[in-house]
């Protein structure tokens, strides 16, 4: 009789690192200056500024002092922008995360980035290896087009390296600079909502092989698992044209949540053993409020389940990618569950797919 290899030890997270860019805007501000840009469209200027109050974010980080976005002249501006900005926010969440697990940047074996934001060529992995002193046999990944999935995609992806090599030392990257890909002659309803949800941010993750342990490592990757949903590939995006990137936000991603999400986690705790009143912790991508009201109706989950997450959101809107990483962050800091105890990190993004998590403490 055949029997199955042993899993091997699981990798853990040692440590999240975050930045956000130093300016700030309350949401009525933003309101008022998008109006600016939308003075001669009155009626969908009005409409821009119900959907703002109703995505309930207070207030964001930006990429660029406010008064700035205005001399934006194209992609191409954008784009140095976002390259500049992401170099710097990037940068500063690595340190951020590689001090909290007692390493420096020589340590780190092999380092995936992602964003969905910006374009470079060399990319930003490849500009970060001076800019922080990385070893120049660094092994880089760099991830484009996963777009809010990416951050529980890319410490799954992480978390599968590590398996074969356990003696190192990989970090995942998240930089999303969302507010510089504002299209201003788009008055479509996916591009008013997306003004008014998306900010900008970065997040680190430092994981560690069961053969290398820093001090105070954080919790297990126990388990991943990708779903794809085939046929939905016009309900999250872009459209990439000589503007840049204009933005494919269907009505239809709470009603998709709806569809698979619960039967997506039953199945893959079940296969751990395991159902959802064994997650103490659900650290959860924070896509919109109805996304989240969504996640909670499906998943029977307790109002102060997604607190974190709706916090999050309030406070500084959905980063993309790099906003379940913050959730991550605060949850490891504040609220992790007790030993032995378990969190669930999930997030979906374009294709339309999921990314599933299992973490152990």
Request: aromatic share 6%; with cysteine.
């Amino acid at each position: 009789m055949k029997t199955s290899a042993p899993a091997p030890p699981p990798a853990r997270i040692a440590s999240v690192g975050t930045a956000l860019p130093p300016h700030y805007a309350d949401q009525e501000t933003l309101i008022a200056t998008l109006r600016t840009f939308w003075t001669d469209h009155g009626r969908q200027a009005d409409r821009m500024e119900t959907l703002h109050r109703n995505v309930q974010v207070r207030g964001r980080h930006l990429a660029l002092p406010l008064e700035e976005y205005a001399r934006l002249d194209g992609f191409a501006a954008a784009n140095d922008a976002w390259i500049r900005v992401g170099l710097e926010v990037g940068g500063a969440a690595i340190e951020a995360a590689l001090a909290r697990a007692g390493l420096v940047p020589r340590d780190v074996d092999a380092l995936w980035v992602t964003s969905v934001t910006g374009v470079a060529a060399p990319s930003l992995d490849a500009r970060l290896i001076n800019r922080l002193g990385f070893r120049n046999d660094l092994k880089r990944v760099p991830i484009f087009g996963l777009g809010c999935v990416a951050g529980a995609a890319g410490v799954a992806r992480a978390a599968d390296y590590l398996a074969g090599h356990p003696g190192e030392v990989a970090v995942l990257l998240s930089v999303e600079l969302c507010t510089l890909t504002l299209q201003r002659g788009d008055l479509s309803l996916a591009n008013l909502i997306a003004s008014g949800l998306f900010g900008d941010g970065a997040a680190a993750v430092v994981l560690t092989g069961a053969g290398r342990r820093p001090p105070g490592a954080g919790p297990a990757v126990v388990a991943t698992r990708s779903s794809f949903y085939p046929g939905t590939e016009e309900v999250m995006g872009w459209q990439v044209g000589a503007g840049g990137f204009r933005v494919v936000l269907s009505a239809a991603v709470p009603e998709r949540v709806r569809r698979f999400l619960r039967r997506d986690v039953d199945a893959f705790l079940a296969d751990q053993g395991l159902d959802a009143s064994d997650i103490t912790a659900w650290i959860a991508h924070p896509g919109g409020p109805r996304v989240l009201e969504a996640m909670q109706e499906v998943l029977a989950l307790p109002p102060e389940a997604l607190a974190i997450t709706w916090r999050s959101l309030r406070e500084i809107g959905n980063l993309s990618s790099a906003s379940v990483l913050m959730v991550l962050e605060e949850t490891m800091r504040l609220s992790a569950p007790p030993a032995g105890g378990y969190g669930l990190m999930l997030a979906m993004g374009p294709g339309f797919c999921s990314e599933l998590v299992l973490l152990r403490w």
